[in-house]
């Protein structure tokens, strides 16, 4: 009795190491690189107080126009830099987990990465309806999704340097000439 609960239990505890080593795995996935963090971290700059963006929404910290829960950002909302980095580190594992559904073929690191800094600027729904996410998905490696990127450089109307920028920024990760 006492040696078939000892075998129960190495099975049990067998099985639970290789769970968790699938998880760690997967969870990676997921993990938007250092590099990309900080270089979303400096495309959108840390704000303290709500302003309005180009099209007029509240926006706070890290370009978050929304906070973890769902609740849109308002006029005369503040936040600390550090809840700022929490906020960020949140919403950026949401982006990553909605690119990592949106996306059917498998992508390196530096496609992932550049997909989420995208996503992150211009929102899920915007990916979804994207041709850019329709090139990835029929072939990762099409040059093409260069000019994808490229074309998303307004924001309200209008063609922001900031956002061309961005974008080349993107499209050069992507394809690795700047990813590391």
């Not at 704000?47 to 706070?60: F, R």
């Not at 594992?93 to 997909?115: I, T």
């Amino acid at each position: 009795m006492m040696k078939a609960l000892l075998t129960f239990l190495r099975g049990l505890i067998k099985g639970v190491v290789e769970i968790k080593e699938e998880t760690e795995e997967l969870s990676g996935i997921y993990h938007v690189s250092d590099e990309m963090t900080q270089k979303i971290k400096k495309f959108e700059g840390y704000m303290s107080k709500a302003y309005p963006d180009a099209k007029g929404v509240w926006t706070i910290g890290y370009g978050n126009t929304f906070y973890a829960d769902g609740t849109p950002v308002r006029e005369g909302d503040t936040i600390t830099r550090s809840e700022a980095e929490e906020l960020f580190s949140e919403v950026l594992g949401q982006f990553a987990g909605n690119v990592a559904d949106a996306v059917r073929v498998e992508l390196n690191k530096c496609q992932f990465d550049a997909l989420v800094s995208f996503t992150y600027n211009v929102g899920i729904g915007n990916l979804k309806k994207s041709t850019l996410l329709k090139k990835v998905n029929a072939d990762p490696e099409d040059e093409s999704i260069r000019t994808e990127f490229n074309k998303w450089n307004k924001s309200g109307g209008k063609t922001l340097p900031g956002l061309i920028k961005r974008r080349k920024d993107e499209a050069d990760y992507y394809f690795g000439k700047t990813c590391k």
